[in-house]
Structures are given as structure tokens and as C-alpha cells.
């Protein structure tokens, strides 16, 4: 027992050194990577000021007016030229150079005196043909960078125009960023700082390579010795830092950016806290639960102890329960017997009811037309009502045929049928009840027949519930519409959608007699049958809201296999 609290305590400070290690080695290779990004930016900027300055001295050694000056001695208008160039172009002065080397024009209107002894920029461009780039000290410890070519016209040398690099923007800017930058040539002296103190000092001059005697200091070279590949690091003075060197891809010069370590450092502490806090806290509950544990077993013992002596009596008491239990179940099974009977003859008698209502109502309709037609003598279309009527007659026939053979059990009759003239039935049977409502129907169906393996007339009843329904949501509502879709993929889809008030409890809407009407109005037995029936042809009937309000039932077929349409036909 001693020992445990000891181990505890040992593998919290391996998880703590551990995890100071891999956070920090993580840490610093994020911080590089991102250092590399910043020091890649930094170098492509210089690199595209020199090609940018690059083309500009071929540029002026044609232009008319600079050679004419050279040629005529007149530099009138030279110096103007100059300094729209360099305005133009953003870079440092641009100057021009007789054949002796003398300044005659610039853009800043310096003379030649004012520029200078050092001429290492006219050397290098009588040197050569091409356009000259050359390095000369400027004031202080700082250096000044220049493109230079010389001036010729039918082989005779003019002069040479020299174009001023601006390189110290880029300093300025890294200041302003907080960026420890330098640029050194291929032999490693600094040409370019953010701190001015490093120009013209080489780059091993100004860097510790060894880290202090810290803490820090010896975790970051533990680091580095594994991951020498990912992660550089040097030190000004004790201070560690994070070096990222890239290629400028000119005159092998090198960009190093320095990156301090404090966000790494910030980011280690915080999460060697969370780490602290949290074993801390494991810590603290594992000895809770472990007293926990050991209350809890005293108290199971002595509940189970108690729970035996209950046991006895409460096995007593069951037999005795058991035997009342018996009786009453007898009894019970009695009394359901007989409610069953009159629920079977009330469910019945419901459904009779609702599914020859839309029959009624229909001939009511058209019995009410043909005798205003018999009185105005139009005999045939009165006669036409008449025919409708008889339909109606063989068809609630139908349906009481249909009703006995459901309370059978027995097996619809199949056949195979275009479900748009299922649809169309539907729709002229409703057609008296639609023509009562302003309601804006849209009925959008394939121009291929559509062909299922069903009981027509059942289809036929599901659809003139389902519209019946419809028509009964829609009543109260401002713009009532009504939409019919029938689409053929993997099933068959029949939707119907209502802009209603949608559906309360979708789930309850196939349960028997339940319906949200009012008292007189429903039995809530259509959409029990119409899903029943759908069942039956081996479909299904479901409900949904639809997103912009309203409800969509969708009447859902297999699909008829071209085989079985061919066998059928």
C-alpha cells in the first residue's frame, strides 16, 4: 500500500518530462515550418526587386533621349527624364555617366562630385555587354547595390546609365515586422540586416552555436541532436532562437531568419499545465473511488444480507399473487373474447361507412346535375350523369366485395395497370368536390405508361382518400393548392401535397379511428385501410411534413420487372 502512492507519483513526473519533450520538439518543428514560410515570403521579395531593377539599364541604354544627350553633350531635360524613370519604377536614383565615368545626369540632381569616388559600377560596365551588377559601400556600415550597362551606338561608346537598387525597404520592413533577418553573400558577410549593427559583419560572428547551461538550453539541444533535420537552432548570447536559411537564387546569396522561442515555450507551459492539473486531478479520484469501492462493498454486504430475508417472504406473497393472477386471467380472457367480437363488427361496420361515403357523395352530385339537366331538356348529358351513377353503383359494389374479402384475410386480385389512369379515375371521381373549392391542383405525371402489379381499385380508393384528406386541410387556408406527382425509379412514388397546416404526429396517422376532425366529419379509418391495402400489395404508405409547410403522403410501389409486364400483358 506503500508503495503505490510512490509509483503514482513517479510515472506522473515520466509523463510530465515526457510529454515537456514531445511538445516541445512538436512545437518547435510547427514554429520552423512556419519560420520557412516567412523566410521563403522574404526571399522571393528580394529576389523579385533585383529582377524587376534587372531589365531597366537595357531598357535606358535605348532611349532615345539619354543618347542623344550623350552624343550632343546637351543634357538639357536628361535629369526630368531620370526621375520620371525612378518615380515610375520605385527604385534608389538613377544616374548617368559620360564616357569618362563623370555624372552629367540624375534623378536626385546630384553632381558628379556628390557621388562619390567609388566608381566600381562604371568598372563593371565598360567590363563587359551586358548589364552589370556591383556592390559598393554606402554610408555608415551599410552598402548601396546598383545595375549598371554601358551606352553604345554603331560600336561607339557613349556612356553608361546606372540604375540605384533600393534593397533597404526590405529592412525597414522586416524592422516594422520584428523580424530578425539577415542577407549574406556566398561567403557569409551580412549585406542586408534588420539590425543595422550586422552589416558588414560575417554571419558566424554574430551566432552562438552552443546552447547555455540551462534547462531550456539542453532540452532544445537534446531536440535538435534527433531532429537535426527539421529544426535549427543558435543562440544570440543565451537567448535561443529558431534559424531558417533559403537559397535567393542570386549570386548565391542566403537568407536566414531568426524566430524566437517564447511561443513555443508559452504554448509548452500551457499545455504542461493542463497535463499537471489533470493527473492532479486522476490522481485525486482514483484514491476517492478507491474508498469508494471499499464503502460500497461493506454496504452491498450488508444489503444482500437483508434482500435474503426479504426473499422468503416475498416468495410467499407471490404464490399467493400467482393464483389470483390465474383467476383473473380466466376471467379476463373471457370478457376480451366477447369485445373483440363487437370491436371486429364496429371496425367493420366503420368501414363500410367511410369507404362508401365518397360514392354517395359523388352520386348525390351528379343526381343533383342530371335532374337540373332534365328540366333545361338536355336529355344526353343528363344520360351521361345517369352512366356515371351506374359506375358509381358497380363500384361501391366493389367496394363492399373488397371490404368482406379484407375481413376474409383473403388475397387481393392482382393485375398489371397504368397507374396514371388510377390517378385520372381518382381525379374524375373528385372532380364534384373539387369543382365546390378554388383550389389550384397541379398533377404532373410521366408521358410512358407506368406500370404496377396491383389491385386497381384499391389503388384507386387510396388516392381518392388521400386527395378526400387534402381537400379537408386545405379548406380554411387563404390560397389552397393541391400537387400531384408520380415519379419511376427504383420504386414507384405517388406524392400527394397539401400547403395545409401540416401534421401534428405523423406516427399516429395509420392507427384506427384516429383522426384530429371533428366529431361527425371523420370515423379516422381512411388512412388505416389505405395503408392496410398498401401493405397488402406489398407497398408502403408513408407521411412527412413538407420543408415550406403543409404535409406530402407518398404512396410507395415496387416496380413492375419488364418481364413479369410481359407476362402479364
Request: charged content about 25%; hydrophobic content about 40%; aromatic content about 8%.
Amino acid at each position: 500500500m506503500r508503495t503505490g502512492p510512490v509509483l503514482a507519483f513517479l510515472v506522473v513526473g515520466l509523463i510530465i518530462w515526457a510529454s515537456q519533450a514531445y511538445f516541445t520538439r512538436t512545437f518547435s518543428i510547427e514554429e520552423s515550418n512556419r519560420a520557412k514560410i516567412r523566410a521563403t515570403l522574404f526571399a522571393a521579395s528580394i529576389q523579385s526587386t533585383l529582377q524587376r531593377h534587372a531589365v531597366v539599364p537595357l531598357l535606358l541604354s535605348r532611349d532615345p533621349i539619354l543618347v542623344s544627350a550623350l552624343n550632343s553633350g546637351s543634357y538639357n531635360g536628361a535629369n526630368e527624364r531620370l526621375q520620371s524613370f525612378q518615380e515610375e519604377l520605385g527604385s534608389g536614383p538613377i544616374f548617368l555617366l559620360d564616357a569618362e565615368g563623370n555624372v552629367v545626369a540624375s534623378s536626385d540632381n546630384r553632381n558628379n562630385d556628390e557621388y562619390g569616388g567609388d566608381k566600381s559600377y562604371y568598372i563593371a560596365a565598360i567590363a563587359g555587354n551586358g548589364t552589370a551588377f556591383s556592390i559598393s559601400e554606402g554610408d555608415g556600415n551599410g552598402f548601396v547595390f546598383h545595375y549598371s550597362r554601358k551606352l553604345t551606338v554603331n560600336d561607339a561608346f557613349l556612356g553608361v546609365i546606372v540604375v540605384t537598387v533600393d534593397l533597404g525597404m526590405h529592412e525597414k520592413g522586416w524592422r516594422n515586422a520584428n523580424a530578425k533577418v539577415v542577407v549574406s553573400d556566398s561567403e557569409g558577410n551580412i549585406l542586408l540586416a534588420s539590425d543595422p549593427s550586422w552589416r558588414g559583419s560575417n554571419l558566424s560572428a554574430i551566432l552562438t552555436p552552443q546552447p547555455p547551461a540551462s534547462f531550456l538550453g539542453r532540452l532544445l539541444n537534446s531536440v535538435r541532436t534527433a531532429h537535426s533535420s527539421e529544426v535549427t537552432y543558435t543562440y544570440f548570447g543565451k537567448t535561443p532562437f529558431l534559424m531558417s536559411e533559403v537559397p535567393i537564387g542570386f549570386r548565391s546569396w542566403r537568407l536566414v531568419f531568426f524566430d524566437t522561442l517564447e511561443d513555443v515555450r508559452t504554448r509548452v507551459n500551457a499545455i504542461l499545465s493542463l497535463i499537471f492539473m489533470s493527473l492532479a486531478m486522476l490522481l485525486a479520484l482514483g484514491f476517492y473511488l478507491l474508498s469508494r469501492r471499499a464503502r460500497a462493498e461493506n454496504r452491498r454486504v450488508r444489503r444482500e444480507s437483508q434482500e435474503l430475508r426479504l426473499l422468503n417472504r416475498r416468495l410467499s406473497t407471490e404464490i399467493a399473487a400467482r393464483k389470483r393472477v390465474e383467476k383473473n386471467l380466466k376471467e379476463a380472457e373471457q370478457s376480451l373474447e366477447q369485445a373483440s367480437k363487437l370491436a371486429a363488427l364496429g371496425q367493420m361496420s366503420a368501414a363500410v361507412s367511410h369507404e362508401l361515403n365518397q360514392p354517395l357523395a359523388a352520386m348525390k352530385t351528379y343526381l343533383a346535375g342530371a335532374r337540373l339537366l332534365l328540366k333545361r331538356s338536355r336529355t344526353e348529358e343528363a344520360l351521361s350523369s345517369f352512366q356515371r351513377i351506374d359506375d358509381l353503383i358497380n363500384r361501391m359494389g366493389g367496394i363492399t366485395r373488397q371490404l368482406k374479402s379484407y375481413a376474409r384475410k383473403r388475397d387481393a386480385e392482382l393485375e398489371v395497370f397504368d397507374l396514371r389512369d388510377s390517378v385520372r379515375e381518382a381525379l374524375s371521381m373528385m372532380a364534384p368536390q373539387l369543382g365546390k373549392m378554388t383550389v389550384a391542383l397541379t398533377t404532373t405525371l410521366p408521358s410512358e405508361p407506368v406500370e404496377v402489379r396491383a389491385d386497381p381499385l384499391r389503388i384507386e380508393q387510396i388516392i381518392v382518400n388521400l386527395l378526400r384528406n387534402a381537400l379537408d386541410v386545405v379548406r380554411n387556408v387563404p390560397d389552397p393548392a393541391i400537387s400531384i406527382l408520380l415519379v419511376e425509379g427504383e420504386s414507384i412514388v405517388l406524392s400527394i401535397e397539401d400547403n395545409g397546416a401540416g401534421l401534428d404526429d405523423p406516427g399516429k396517422l395509420f392507427e384506427p379511428f384516429y383522426t384530429t376532425k371533428k366529431p361527425g366529419e371523420g370515423l379516422g379509418l381512411g388512412l388505416a385501410i389505405s395503408a392496410g391495402f398498401a401493405g397488402e400489395l406489398g407497398g408502403r404508405l408513408v407521411a412527412r411534413n413538407a420543408p415550406d409547410g403543409g404535409a406530402v403522403f407518398e404512396l410507395i410501389l415496387p416496380r413492375q420487372a419488364p418481364s413479369e409486364t410481359k407476362t402479364e400483358k
